[in-house]
């Protein structure tokens, strides 16, 4: 049995519920014989082989794949390859046919010849009584006391039993066994051809034997024309048998079992290929069950594929975010180092007797936060400014500033904060053109500007958008800048400049210049409620409980209690803090 | 255009500008990384309103929890040509709502009541919501 047939028959045995046991005769006799359709290929040959060499090419017409090298290497060991090509199909034919077929021609022959010899048998019996009834008969017309004289009444009972077309020879015997008369020719030929009875004549004192022997040839020929008819009849079923099993199996198992095998190496190239079962699904059929399972695999199979497919897809979709990811990260990484070059020095005062501390920490590795320390002429000039935006915008708008404020300090020679703020505005609004009509930009800064001068202990805030804290004893107390801030496009409605504030200088002051990200905490609800701002109040109460701490610990504390009120919240904004105490 | 809606998102308030019943609304956050591009066509679109339709009352409410400070110019852009409106006549209404005990966008809120003349600028305190 062939590779083919063995799959079958153990998917049979296997899958199947109502196996009717192993083997292929099971097979055929479990199979349903409704409709199904044709294969569309042409049947070729009467013979039970004939459609097997063309076929192949029929199914590689309907299944034009890259031929051989590629089937090898995904197929093995081939068993549906070679099945696919239909050789082993056809050999299910043969197989079946010639297992059941010499079975059936026996049992019908030798029933044929079994009814022919209990009928030659009967018949010959009749044929016996026949004969003895007419010998018997004609004795008794011929037995009178001298018979053996009579021949003119011997001689025409004789001849009537020639009327018997059976007869062939009929003699009568005195008691000493002479020959009286005689009827027909002597027989010839073979004993098993005649039938011999005799009958004898018993009459007082005239003994004697009448023999007859009638033809069993009639008989023969009977018994011979029924044993023609029998293998005849053994023929005629054959051929009914061979054509019924192949087309029944053409078209009930061979063909759907073909469409599935095209399906199944379809399949093998990933044409996702289901078998069309036509509306005629029997859930009794094992194929149509098969058929059935198969196209329920080819879908997990094809949506699997697919899902595999979009999975590829998906991960170069994210390799190339994290290239271009990585690259825009070391881009900003390099502007960062360039942005904290440019910062002063923490340390820069520290000459001129200020200690301080600062806190810069821009959202996104760059930002719009902006601090400046330096001593010029004795004068100790603290600068923080916050640019609109964060990230690499806001980090372009620190460089403007940076560069107006060193030609406000060192070629203007400006030493008070009001006067720089205006001149910051006034730089700031040339450089971004906000200065004419449809100004493309909209951008601007918070600043807070002290000076110290240490000879006269006198401190000098002006602030535009920021505010100077002072904290002392557990008192805070806030000096405002002015509301608006600097640079944007005017609007007619600017306030008045703003004057220097002098800040009275108690020993055990900390001052603090913040921009707005340090005061914007958004904390993390609870349950229900608003997420809400730390705010001014909320930072002044955790720098108050530090008070007693050195700067640069007040600093580090306070950046870990906002961690701590934010929570899960994000940050929303650069933040920048600049603590001094001033000697 | 009668009424712009835009939802909220992590980063930007939600919008309700419904100009047919003079209802504006902004609520949420607002910390867009293009606060211009995102406030550019409110403004134009609050500006085409009052150039075009009669001088009906406009209330214009501001829920923020949390704005950065390109959109705090954003807003002041476009408070003003609603101040504008009120100096022509227009009865107009700022309705700053602030969560209570929120004193960063309460005084926020002082800061922009200071240029209003005209508009009428109410300070709302919410209670938990």
């Known amino acids: ?583 | 255009m009668s009424r712009i809606q835009i939802a909220a998102t992590e980063r930007s308030p939600l919008v309700d500008f419904d100009f047919a019943s003079g209802r504006l609304c902004l609520r949420g956050e607002s910390y867009p990384e293009d606060a211009a591009a995102f406030f550019g066509p409110l403004l134009q679109a609050l500006r085409g309103h009052l150039g075009a339709s009669e001088p009906e009352a406009i209330t214009f409410e501001v829920g923020l929890a949390y704005f950065n400070s390109s959109s705090a110019k954003a807003l002041m852009n476009l408070f003003m040509p609603l101040e504008d409106a009120a100096a022509e006549g227009r009865p107009v209404t700022i309705r700053w709502l602030y969560a209570e005990g929120d004193e960063t966008i309460a005084e926020a809120g002082e800061d922009f009541a200071a240029d209003f003349d005209h508009a009428r600028f109410e300070l709302v305190a919410e209670g938990h919501a």
């Open chain 1, 1 to 583: 049995m062939s590779g083919a047939e063995t799959t079958l028959v153990a998917i049979r045995q296997d899958d199947a519920p109502t196996g009717a046991g192993p083997g292929s005769e099971p097979l055929v006799a479990g199979l349903g014989f409704e409709e199904v359709a044709e294969p569309a290929a042409p049947r070729r040959g009467g013979s039970l082989r004939g459609a097997g060499p063309m076929r192949r090419e029929d199914l590689r017409a309907a299944a034009p794949f890259a031929e051989a090298a590629e089937t090898d290497r995904i197929m093995k060991p081939g068993a549906l390859r070679g099945a696919a090509r239909g050789r082993d199909l056809d050999s299910l034919t043969r197989t079946l046919f010639l297992r059941i077929y010499p079975v059936i021609a026996i049992v019908v022959l030798l029933t044929q010849a079994g009814i022919a010899w209990v009928n030659y048998a009967d018949q010959l019996r009749l044929y016996t009584e026949r004969a003895n009834l007419l010998a018997a008969l004609t004795a008794s017309a011929i037995d009178r006391p001298g018979w053996e004289r009579a021949a003119g009444t011997f001689g025409p009972q004789l001849q009537a039993l020639a009327r018997d077309p059976a007869f062939r020879y009929a003699a009568l015997k005195d008691g000493q066994g002479r020959i009286v008369g005689t009827a027909g020719e002597t027989p010839r030929g073979k004993p098993w051809d005649l039938v011999q009875v005799s009958a004898a004549l018993e009459s007082a004192g005239s003994p004697g034997t009448l023999a007859l022997v009638l033809s069993a040839e009639e008989l023969r020929d009977n018994a011979g024309s029924q044993a023609l008819l029998a293998l005849g009849t053994s023929v005629v079923l054959m051929l009914a048998f061979v054509a019924t099993l192949h087309l029944n199996l053409r078209r009930h198992v061979v063909a759907p079992v073909q469409r599935l095998l095209v399906a199944m190496r379809k399949v093998e190239h990933k044409h996702w290929t289901t078998v069309d079962l036509g509306g005629a699904y029997r859930p009794s059929n094992e194929i149509d069950a098969i058929s059935q399972a198969f196209n329920s695999m080819v879908e997990g199979l094809r949506s699997g594929d697919e899902a595999k497919q979009l999975l590829q897809a998906l991960e170069r979709a994210h390799a190339e975010l994290e290239t271009a990811n990585r690259q825009v990260i070391e881009s900003i990484g390099y502007a960062r180092r360039i942005q904290a070059s440019v910062l002063p020095d923490p340390a820069a005062l520290t000459p001129a007797g200020v200690d301080l501390a600062v806190l810069w920490e821009p959202l996104h590795l760059v930002g719009g936060d902006y601090y400046w320390l330096e001593e010029i002429d004795g004068l100790s000039v603290i600068v923080v400014a916050d640019c609109t935006g964060h990230g690499v915008p806001g980090a372009f708008l620190t460089l403007i500033v940076a560069t107006a404020l060193d030609r406000l300090l060192h070629e203007r020679g400006l030493r008070s904060p009001a006067a720089i703020l205006a001149g910051l505005d006034a730089m700031v609004r040339t450089q971004l053109r906000q200065d004419g009509r449809g100004a493309e930009s909209d951008d601007g800064l918070d600043c807070g500007i002290c000076v110290w001068d240490p000879g006269h202990r006198s401190l000098r805030f002006a602030g535009a958008g920021l505010s100077l804290t002072a904290i002392r004893d557990g008192a805070v107390a806030r000096v405002r800048g002015s509301r608006r801030g600097l640079g944007y496009p005017r609007t007619g409605r600017e306030a008045p400049p703003e004057a220097d504030s002098f800040v009275p200088v108690e020993p055990g002051t900390t001052f603090y210049l913040m921009t707005d990200g340090v005061t914007d905490q958004m904390g993390e609800p609870a349950p229900g409620q608003r997420p809400r701002l730390l705010g001014q109040r909320g930072v002044t109460e955790r720098l108050a409980a530090r008070a007693g701490e050195p700067l640069a610990e007040q600093v580090a504390g306070l950046e870990r209690d906002l961690a701590a009120y934010r929570g899960g919240q994000p940050r929303r904004d650069d933040m920048t803090l600049v603590a001094f105490r001033l000697g």
